[in-house]
């Protein structure tokens, strides 16, 4: 079983920055990977971006060139740096850590990111 704890967002105009942060408790070392989903009302959650133990990433095309996904597996610890934020970016936002040999789904407790002018 693993926990997680997000932390970093808030209300920020267009063009500016936030960083995430998503920090793994439990029984870390069965995570594959992590990562964020975010939820907007109406629409389906979508992937973000995602990172694997051996630093391998991924994005959605959306945020490609605006957001940077890393990560310490001696911190037990990832992060999403956000840049360029727009409107349309506004969604809460769920970490989680893929785990174990039955590959479940972790999710963090949601932090909510709004981009408004």
């Known amino acids: 079983q693993v926990q997680l704890v997000e932390s970093g967002g808030g209300l ?12 793994a408790s439990g029984n870390i ?3 594959y990977n992590m990562g964020w989903y975010r939820q907007t009302p109406g629409k389906q959650r979508e992937l973000v971006a995602d990172i694997t133990r051996g ?3 991924n994005y959605a095309d959306s945020v490609k060139g605006r957001f ?5 597996n001696a911190k ?4 999403l740096q956000m840049n ?3 409107p349309e970016d506004t969604a809460v936002y769920y970490c989680y850590a893929r785990s174990g040999r039955d590959y479940t789904m972790n999710w963090g ?6 981009v408004s002018s």
């Open 68 to 72: 940077t996904i890393s990560g310490d």
């Open 12 to 23: 920020v105009q267009p063009g500016g920055s936030l960083r995430l942060s998503c920090a």
């Open 109 to 114: 407790q949601g932090t909510q990111v709004t």
């Open 76 to 79: 037990n610890m990832v992060w």
């Open 84 to 86: 360029s934020l727009k």
């Open 29 to 31: 070392f069965t995570i």
């Open 55 to 57: 630093g391998n990433t």
